[in-house]
């Protein structure tokens, strides 16, 4: 989709393959594309990798990060030759430059503000957090696939949590054959389950179901599969973590009572990361765009 605008500057800071792909696709909008904190990414000859932070952000129209951001005070940067801290990001940047990326911490967030910079997050935007839960859900489905030498199609398949991964996903599995369980805290949301062909219970009835499950995916960003749901999933099933930090579970403490649990971060980015750039893309140029009426 190419933007209705004059051509601009990015500067794309850190990330994986999406922002090496979106660094493409700027290109091939026109637009000027610099990078940083990409040097073992592929990218096309055209576009600079930049030897210092401060020339790539120079004159800068918009600063691009990675989704998320950061991660403990260094910005998310697997591509990178050394690592970036973000204080130093920050004060390589100028007054009224716009800076957006994906999950931005209280950190970066509180540090741009002093900097005078304007910033947007674009998962606050609802097309691009859908998008990437659709994503998240079919890479989903792929990794349980590709993990266990069971079919979903016939299984029994416990998703806990009920947000817009966990709806997507239950109804990925359940149009494959899958026998789908829900695990919601909410009467509503458990009643909106079962409306669409799928088990629902509370999560204090786990205990007493988890044993009949042959795959458990946790949605869910805190602990609700502790010391006792743990030791009632079979140890032939496949259990899975979709959540961010803290997770629904201790994986050490899986690993130690016989599971086998799997971390799946990123999923975007590892199973559809062109799609994944185009929907950054199109939430980056919206952005813009309102800034500018």
């Not at 050394?82 to 209280?106: F, H, M, N, T, Y």
């Not at 359940?174 to 009643?191: M, P, S």
Request: contains cysteine; aromatic residues 6%.
């Amino acid at each position: 989709m190419e933007m209705e605008v004059l051509l601009l500057k990015f500067a794309v800071i850190g990330g994986d393959k999406r922002s090496a792909l979106l660094c493409s696709l700027l290109w091939r909008d026109r637009h000027i594309v610099h990078s940083f904190a990409l040097e073992k990414a592929e990218l096309p000859a055209e576009i600079p990798k930049a030897g210092c932070l401060q020339s790539c952000v120079y004159g800068a129209d918009c600063v691009i990060l990675p989704t998320p951001a950061e991660k403990n005070g260094l910005i998310n940067a697997p591509y990178a030759s050394q690592p970036l801290a973000v204080d130093e990001l920050l004060v390589s940047l100028w007054p009224g430059q716009l800076l957006i990326g994906g999950k931005l911490g209280r950190k970066l967030s509180m540090g741009a503000l002093e900097q005078g910079l304007q910033t947007a997050d674009i998962m606050q935007r609802r097309g691009f957090t859908v998008g990437n839960a659709a994503l998240t859900a079919e890479g989903a489905v792929e990794k349980l696939m590709a993990s266990s030498p069971r079919s979903l199609w016939g299984s029994s398949v416990l998703v806990t949590g009920w947000g817009r991964i966990a709806k997507i996903l239950s109804l990925r599995l359940y149009a494959l054959g899958a026998a789908v369980t829900v695990a919601a805290r909410k009467e509503g949301d458990r009643a909106m389950a079962r409306a669409l062909g799928l088990e629902a219970l509370d999560f204090p009835q786990l205990p007493e179901a988890l044993g009949g499950f042959d795959f458990v995916v946790n949605t869910v960003p805190e602990q609700v599969l502790g010391e006792k749901e743990l030791g009632c999933i079979r140890r032939d099933a496949l259990l899975m973590e979709l959540a961010s930090a803290p997770g629904g579970f201790d994986p050490h403490r899986a690993e130690e009572l016989g599971l086998k649990a799997l971390a799946a971060p990123g999923l975007p980015g590892l199973c559809a990361p062109y799609t994944a750039a185009e929907l950054m893309l199109e939430a980056i140029y919206s952005t813009i765009r309102e800034r500018e009426e």
